[in-house]
């Protein structure tokens, strides 16, 4: 299955490409003004060369040509005054008549020789045959086989100025132009989908606290997500997790209290049958009632075991561990807790004729601090207890404690079976018994370890106790020291 998009992928995006075509919409926008833009220059720069070439031809006649504004110039150069013109010689003017507007020339036809002053040869005037008429102000004509865009100007005396400029060079100059004033958009583009990227990721980034918060709680972690710097249209969905965990928790709880509940209520009575089959079992009895006073005894014997281990469990998960390890605070030794434990196994020990051995506890100088002695009491307590279990008679259980600045490392090893690679992430499920085992057991043991390691923080591992069968068991316990 495809995992889901994120929201800030999604969102940028969808910000990312809104942004290009808009982008790329006033980049075509800018670059078409541009580029008309510039070759409308160009054609003012053709007509400003034009312009100052017939200043320059009239200026000989008509010396305050050459500094009247273009409008001026252009004026008089279409009015019917006459230009005056001096000549040399005797200390004589005349003035020299200009054609009259009718017969003033405006065009000259195709074919007809016309001289054209080049920008591209450095203003050179070649003589040249016109395949279209050339007409007065801009067009663009063919000379030596090449598009030029062509400026002329028709003087009141009869004579003309033309200028060209290659169709190519123009085209290109509007295009470089262009492209110049489309650049920044362009630039600007990446630093912006840059910047949109970077504002989603900080905006977005308190969601991702809280999705790290939720990933790194342990499975009975049910307080509520903080809403601190969270964006404002995240806390109601915060806010509605947060009502959801609580009605989570509540039924939790609910469900937890009943079964210790429960099972507290069962073990009184549990408690006073088995005293009361022990007082019996005391009694003469036909040798048909013994066995079935000593099947009574061994029943009520596991069920009462069950109910313990049961409201342990229920204990485990509810939230009086709190208080316990609150209560629990103060400084311990780990060989006063190992005492505490096997006092109670020790008559199950000499049942089974148990070789059993403690190493680690010969030099511990300094008591544990910052841990809940009761924590560590359930977790050692039901691993020694599956491990006397699950041992055969005259079998062997070992304990070893390492301790160090960082950790306090628990070993419990027996002689038993052992138990399948396959199944040892199962057995810390609640009542999961072992495939083919036929030792009796509650399944709560391991799950109860489990349970109070989570809290401590600890790690549990399961392995291989001998290489030769029977295998046996190693459980090992790293807790660490705060």
């Not at 050179?124 to 865009?149: C, F, I, M, N, S």
């Not at 650049?183 to 790290?212: C, D, E, F, Q, Y």
């Not at 506890?361 to 359930?378: G, M, R, T, Y």
């Not at 002689?415 to 072992?434: M, N, T």
């Amino acid at each position: 299955m495809q995992a889901p998009m994120s929201l800030t992928t999604r969102t940028l995006l969808t910000t990312v490409a809104s942004l290009v075509v808009f982008v790329a919409a006033t980049a075509g926008f800018v670059y078409s003004t541009e580029k008309t833009e510039a070759l409308a220059r160009h054609d003012a720069h053709l007509e400003d060369m034009a312009t100052a070439l017939a200043r320059a031809e009239v200026g000989v006649i008509l010396p305050r040509a050459l500094t009247m504004d273009s409008q001026s110039f252009q004026h008089r150069l279409e009015s019917e005054k006459p230009f005056p013109d001096w000549r040399r010689g005797r200390h004589h003017r005349h003035m020299q008549t200009m054609m009259p507007p009718e017969a003033r020339r405006t065009m000259i036809p195709a074919g007809e020789k016309v001289l054209i002053r080049l920008i591209s040869r450095q203003g050179q005037a070649v003589k040249v045959r016109l395949a279209t008429p050339l007409h007065a102000g801009l067009g663009t004509q063919t000379v030596d086989g090449e598009a030029q865009r062509v400026y002329t100007i028709f003087l009141p005396t009869g004579r003309y100025t033309s200028v060209a400029e290659p169709v190519a060079i123009r085209e290109e100059a509007a295009k470089a132009a262009a492209v110049t004033a489309v650049m920044p958009l362009l630039v600007l583009l990446p630093l912006l989908v840059g910047v949109i990227g970077w504002v989603l990721w900080v905006s977005l980034r308190p969601l991702k606290r809280a999705a790290a918060e939720v990933a790194a709680r342990k499975g009975d972690d049910l307080t509520p997500l903080s809403v601190k710097d969270a964006p404002a249209e995240i806390v109601p969905f915060i806010e509605s997790v947060n009502g959801l965990l609580g009605k989570v928790n509540a039924a939790r709880l609910r469900e937890i209290r009943f079964t210790a509940d429960a099972a507290h209520e069962l073990r009184s009575p549990l408690t006073s049958m088995t005293i009361e089959a022990d007082h019996l079992a005391k009694l003469p009895l036909s040798p048909e009632a013994k066995p079935i006073v000593d099947n009574l005894q061994s029943g009520l014997r596991r069920s009462v075991h069950q109910l313990s281990q049961l409201l342990h469990f229920a204990r485990a998960q509810s939230g009086e561990n709190k208080e316990s390890e609150r209560r629990d605070s103060e400084p311990w030794y780990v060989s006063e807790l190992t005492s505490e434990i096997l006092e109670p196994l020790l008559p199950l020990m000499e049942k089974k004729a148990i070789d059993f051995s403690v190493e680690g506890l010969e030099n511990e100088k300094e008591p544990v601090k910052n841990l809940a002695k009761s924590f560590i009491h359930a977790i050692l307590r039901n691993l020694l207890e599956n491990a006397l279990r699950y041992t055969p008679e005259k079998g062997r259980v070992e304990l070893t404690v390492e301790r160090s600045d960082a950790c306090l490392t628990l070993e419990v090893k027996d002689s038993g079976l052992g138990i399948p690679a396959s199944e040892r992430d199962k057995v810390f499920d609640p009542f999961y018994r072992i495939t083919g085992t036929k030792v009796t057991g509650t399944g709560l043991g391991l799950s109860i370890v489990k349970t109070y390691a989570n809290k401590v923080g600890a790690a549990v591992t399961l392995s291989d106790a001998h290489p030769t069968e029977p295998h046996g068991l190693l459980a090992r316990v790293v807790i660490p020291l705060k």
